[in-house]
């Protein structure tokens, strides 16, 4: 009788560290996205820009990847997490998506260093940025265009815009559903730089 009540517990350890390693830790990150520039070669000289920061929410800086379950209520997955710290990865982002929306090699985050005097600096402040419990994933950020020179702030505007994630219990498709909304941030921050230059001649 002690016999089988040993094999049995080894069968249920063996059988509990299978199950364990069936749940692979998935990681991932939001990338650049490929994209024709927004001013062509032969506009003036390209726009030197720095990203100064971009702050977002405690709760997105987990490594697990958050979801809303309900209006008040997070949720974070052990099995499904960032690749690097989230803030970290979107300024990255932000930056080289800048530069092939602007057609400029001079965006340049607080880690490269660069003797180049910017034209404008940019303050990102992300306040939501996850799937719901609907499916549809939101982000709403501020962002601040600045002048180094003229030390004053040349704009500050609202950036709010959902995309809906048709697999809504898929992460692989939030995540891709994330990166195309942040792109959509992006696009509207070159935007507003070309606008601006363009202004003030």
Known sequence: ?????????????FSGCSSVSEQTVKYYIINPVEQQPLISADDSL?????????????????FQIARRTGQQQIAFSDNHQWGENLSKNLVRTLARNLSRQLDSPSVFTPSIRSSLKPDFTITVFIDQFEQDSEGN????????ISSLEE?????????EQSLSNDQQRSYASMVATMEALFNNLCMEISDSLITIRNHRG
């Open 1 to 13: 009788m002690i016999k089988f009540y040993f094999i049995f517990l080894i069968y249920l350890l």
């Open 46 to 62: 390209p726009l030197n820009v720095r990203v100064l920061d971009l702050r977002i929410p405690q709760y997105l800086e987990h």
């Open 137 to 144: 994933v939101q982000l709403a950020a501020r962002y601040q």
């Open 151 to 159: 030390k004053s702030t040349l704009s500050m505007r609202v950036f």
